[in-house]
């Protein structure tokens, strides 16, 4: 009986299962019983489901509708105090807005624009003092004997310079009479123009000749004006750059005469004194600069020039 034993607890122990004893045994029987210590079940890990099927298996909920009775809130209601503009957009500090000017469409300001930008250079030729001052400068460099100084940007500056100090009172009269109306609205583009032109026909009907006004009414075939101001632009701005053009060479011609005498002498001297193969510019150049500088020349010619416009 004892041997019995012993083999059944060799086997339990070698196959790791817990001996399971059924029905009424001796005293022995519930000694093994609880000698006998509990096998645990093994652990059977699931199966792994791809995550296709699960998300097969997952029930989608479909979303809840807004009852009919529920009011839809905004997210953010507007203030009952502030008011409320209608087609107005937020202003955006980074923003560009081209305006017309007078109320008027942007397109053709920009078109009145771009065309008097192309037309200043002509502008500023044909109805300012700057073709008279341009040709006395240029008389003053060739009397001199200087062929680049001063430079011709020098002089053309200088030019501008002078006809911008000629006309600062006629700007003033067209920015207060036609600018500034147009800006507030009150006129419109081409009234600002016919308004603009009143004080540049006075100042240049002012120094164009009578001879010259003549020739081209002749040759425009428009009747004689009973005055100045009755003289259509398409007259009196050929007439007053032809008139300009005779005052600038005038006066080029009366500055040159005082150098003509300097080289004329200089000419003779070294002639005489047999010096032929010296150039007479060498020495009359210095000699005509040391005159000009002596006499403060520019003072003396654009004070002259300047004058000659009242």
Request: aromatic share 6%; hydrophobic share 50%; charged share 10%.
């Amino acid at each position: 009986m004892e041997g019995m034993l012993c083999l059944m607890l060799s086997l339990a122990a070698t196959s790791g299962k817990a001996l399971h004893i059924v029905g009424g045994g001796g005293p022995g029987a519930g000694a093994i019983a609880q000698l006998s210590p509990p096998t645990p079940a093994p652990m059977v890990n699931p199966p792994i489901q791809p995550a296709a099927t699960l998300l097969a298996k997952t029930p989608i909920q479909p979303a809840i509708a807004p009852s009919a009775d529920t009011p839809i809130q905004p997210a953010n209601p507007p203030s009952t105090n502030a008011p409320i503009q209608m087609g107005t957009a937020p202003l955006n500090p980074n923003e560009l807005r081209i305006t017309g000017l007078g109320g008027g469409s942007a397109q053709w300001t920009i078109v009145i624009l771009l065309t008097f930008l192309t037309l200043i250079p002509s502008v500023l030729i044909c109805m300012t003092p700057f073709a008279r001052l341009l040709i006395v400068f240029h008389f003053l460099r060739q009397a001199l004997g200087l062929q680049t100084t001063p430079s011709n940007q020098t002089l053309i500056g200088l030019s501008v310079i002078m006809t911008f100090f000629l006309m600062q009172p006629i700007g003033v009269t067209i920015y207060q009479e036609s600018v500034l109306p147009l800006q507030a609205g009150k006129i419109t583009a081409l009234d600002a123009v016919a308004r603009a032109g009143i004080p540049m026909r006075q100042f240049m009907s002012h120094y164009v000749r009578e001879k010259d006004v003549a020739l081209f009414l002749e040759m425009a075939k428009e009747p004689r004006p009973a005055n100045i101001d009755d003289v259509s632009f398409r007259v009196l701005l050929p007439a007053y750059i032809l008139s300009e053009l005779k005052a600038g060479f005038q006066i080029g011609a009366v500055l040159f005469l005082p150098f003509l005498v300097v080289d004329m002498v200089v000419a003779s001297i070294t002639t005489s004194v047999g010096m032929m193969q010296l150039p007479p510019v060498v020495i009359s150049t210095p000699l005509k600069l040391l005159l000009f500088l002596m006499v403060d020349g520019w003072h003396l010619l654009i004070g002259a020039l300047m004058r000659s416009f009242n």
